[in-house]
């Protein structure tokens, strides 16, 4: 898509799932992309080398893509830890055009049994940690007087509640505002925040509900396309809103759930 070769990403929780998905995406339409990841970066090895095989095939069609992928380590709810990440990826690709807040834990169980801690730690990494990136993210493009766009990966628990995830949902909750916030403040500078709103699906961090048949059927049931998204189904929409082709388009969320709150 347009504007989007030889710019470099950062994505958060880039080591599988749906941020590996939108790492790979942007890395085969020839940007250079950061990959966030933290504990052991196994996983997160393997996304680059999924990024160099894509960025090889691209290549064939867009000779003068040049993509480059490199890893950097981060807990996203640590202040210096993110903002020590902002430097890496300065340094070796260059100050981040794009940003896209991946990075996203959940904790289940009935509410009045959750400690603080781990509602806290929720709320660390997925809203703490979208906003520290985006402010590292904002700061940079200021100071060199550059347009940007930023994706925060919400869901559709932004808006529908998810009982016996509490944290999970005030997260999003609250990313949604953000992201509202963020293009209100932003949007005569030249950058751009948007969100996208993933429905059901099957990725290692929800791979436990999806072994329940009953569960399944009756959440099948609820979706008007009749199927759980692949996280290739997210690619598009975060490649589309990063570049020029979303030029007129900030302070939005695109759900792509198979038609799911349509239905509601």
Excluded at 14 to 35: D, F, H, M, T, Y
Excluded at 80 to 101: C, H, I
Excluded at 228 to 240: N, R, S
């Amino acid at each position: 898509m347009k504007g989007l070769e030889g710019k470099t990403a950062l994505v958060t929780g880039g080591s599988s799932g749906i941020g590996q998905a939108i790492a790979i995406g942007l890395g085969r339409e020839g940007v250079n992309v950061a990959v966030n990841y933290v504990g052991r970066p196994e996983g997160a090895e393997a996304t680059k080398d999924a990024i160099d095989r894509g960025v090889q095939m691209c290549m064939k069609e867009v000779e003068a893509a040049g993509a480059r992928a490199m890893l950097v380590e981060a807990d996203v709810s640590k202040e210096d830890e993110v903002e020590a990440m902002f430097e890496q990826v300065g340094k070796e690709l260059g100050t981040p055009d794009f940003l896209v807040n991946n990075a996203g834990i959940q904790i289940s169980g009935d509410s009045d049994e959750l400690d603080p801690p781990a509602f806290d730690r929720v709320l660390a990494v997925n809203l703490r940690g979208s906003f520290l990136c985006a402010r590292q993210a904002i700061r940079r493009l200021l100071a060199e007087e550059r347009a940007g766009a930023i994706v925060n990966v919400s869901s559709v628990h932004q808006i529908i509640p998810k009982p016996k995830f509490l944290s999970y949902s005030v997260s999003k909750g609250g990313m949604q505002n953000l992201t509202r916030t963020l293009a209100l403040e932003y949007a005569g500078r030249n950058i751009r925040v948007n969100g996208i709103g993933p429905g059901y699906f099957r990725t290692a961090l929800t791979d436990v509900f999806y072994r329940d048949a009953k569960w399944q059927e009756a959440m099948l049931a609820k979706i008007p396309m009749g199927r759980f998204g692949h996280t290739d189904d997210l690619v598009g929409a975060a490649v589309f809103l990063c570049s020029d082709a979303a030029a007129y388009i900030t302070g939005q969320c695109l759900y792509v759930d198979g038609g799911y709150m349509a239905s509601i």
